[in-house]
């Protein structure tokens, strides 16, 4: 059973850091394509950054610049590293996992998996 478990999230001020983790099991991680997503209420869920088999990466153009994304194969764990966070980053951040794809990393149909979700609180 595919179980991807997301933590780190938070309530911080503006401008502070927040670094969120993904761990993954009942999958060869490795082997994945992997993602992160959020949801703020009432819109849809975008997309935040996706970490590609082999290694291309890409970031939504809101975080470019202030998010980071990695992932430790040997742990089975994605990472999410936000810096410079603002009011409008408030979401709840989950992550993805999909069998390597050409789509774009942002199609969000194309993904297998899901995460539960964490909560991400921003205060001005």
């Known amino acids: 059973q595919v179980q991807l478990v997301e933590s780190g999230g938070g309530l911080v001020q503006a401008g502070g850091s927040l670094r969120l983790s993904c761990a993954a099991s009942?999958?060869?991680?490795?082997?994945?394509?992997m993602a992160w997503f959020r949801r703020v209420p009432g819109k849809e869920r975008e997309f935040v950054a996706a970490?590609?088999?082999?290694?291309?990466?890409s970031y939504a153009d809101s975080v470019k610049g202030r998010f980071t994304i990695s992932r430790d194969n040997a742990k089975n764990t994605m990472y999410l590293q936000m810096d410079s966070l603002k009011p409008e980053d408030t979401a709840v951040f989950y992550c993805?996992?999909?069998?390597?794809?050409?789509?774009?990393?942002?199609?969000?149909?194309?993904?297998?998996?899901w995460g539960q979700g964490t909560q991400v609180t921003v205060s001005s």
């Open positions: 993805a996992a999909r069998i390597p794809s050409i789509a774009q990393a942002m199609a969000i149909t194309t993904y297998n998996y």
């Open positions: 009942g999958l060869t991680f490795s082997s994945y394509d």
């Open positions: 970490y590609r088999l082999g290694g291309p990466i």
